[in-house]
């Protein structure tokens, strides 16, 4: 078994390293490993500040095409419990992106409340291109922080973009050539204020922000009505065969719009 993450702690903080596999793709395992982490930083007396490294292409497509199949739905909770355990952190949640967040890890980062990217770093929805849409809240929290009509152009394109430009559309809160090292050096100033105060504003931002039910339940039926239609099933086996001969789909080019 593949271990996807790894924790540590700095100075009072937490970290939680990425150790993505070669294809960069992330399976149901791998998301409750994360969970896991996450939960055990959460259960704390006091938890501390948390710096989370994103390497992630997207969930791994054999699993998806499983699901077209007629694996069950509910095996992808860990997904969705790990992205919801991000959101509700009790303490600042700093998502560190060196090389690339794209699908389900664009999800994962959505949900933080800082983003830092390295400036060549690689961040979009790439679900379109496979024939399918996201399905892990990524049409409702992206949005949110980009607003409507970058977040549409993203989801529709299937567009990848830079770090650059994910901080020019406000994405990502500031670039760095060394993220994880500027995201820990952010949070331990952050702690100096008192990790009372970083609990207790984290709960209060979090009562503040508005969410419908309603609509991460229209994205999951819109995720399912698409990833067993014969254009998914073939795009992913397409994207699976380039991936093993060490292609990656987030660097395939399509036309420059963003």
């Known amino acids: 078994m593949h271990t996807y993450w790894t924790l540590e702690e700095h100075n009072g903080c937490a970290l939680i390293r990425s150790n993505p596999t070669p294809r960069g793709t992330m399976t149901i395992e791998g998301a409750a490993q994360l969970l896991s982490l996450l939960e055990q930083c959460s259960n704390r007396k006091a938890a501390p500040p948390l710096v989370l490294e994103i390497t992630v292409l997207h969930a791994e497509l054999t699993e998806l095409q499983e699901m077209a199949l007629g694996r069950p739905i509910a095996d992808w909770a860990p997904w969705v419990n790990a992205i919801s355990a991000v959101e509700n952190y009790p303490n600042l949640l700093i998502v560190a992106i060196p090389e690339q967040a794209t699908c389900g890890g664009l999800e994962i980062s959505v949900a933080a409340d800082i983003r830092i990217a390295k400036a060549t770093a690689r961040l979009g929805?790439?679900?379109?291109?496979?024939?399918?849409?996201?399905?892990?809240?990524?049409?409702?929290?992206?949005?949110?922080?980009?607003?409507?009509?970058?977040?549409?152009?993203?989801?529709?394109?299937?567009?990848?973009?830079?770090?650059?430009?994910?901080?020019?559309?406000?994405?990502?809160?500031?670039?760095?050539?060394?993220?994880?090292?500027?995201?820990?050096?952010?949070a331990e100033q952050c702690l100096s204020n008192s990790n009372e105060v970083l609990i207790a504003a984290k709960k209060a931002i979090r009562a503040g922000r508005f969410e419908n039910s309603d609509g991460y339940k229209t994205e999951g039926r819109g995720f399912l009505s698409l990833v067993s239609l014969p254009t998914a099933t073939t795009n992913m086996s397409h994207w699976i065969s380039e991936q093993e001969h060490g292609a990656n789909p987030a660097l395939i080019p399509i036309q420059e719009f963003l």
Request: glycine share 16%; charged share 20%.
């Open 125 to 186: 929805l790439l679900e379109a291109r496979m024939g399918i849409m996201p399905g892990a809240g990524g049409t409702q929290r992206l949005p949110r922080i980009v607003g409507f009509g970058q977040a549409s152009a993203l989801i529709f394109s299937g567009a990848v973009i830079s770090g650059e430009r994910a901080e020019k559309i406000g994405l990502v809160e500031w670039l760095s050539d060394d993220p994880i090292s500027s995201g820990m050096k952010f």
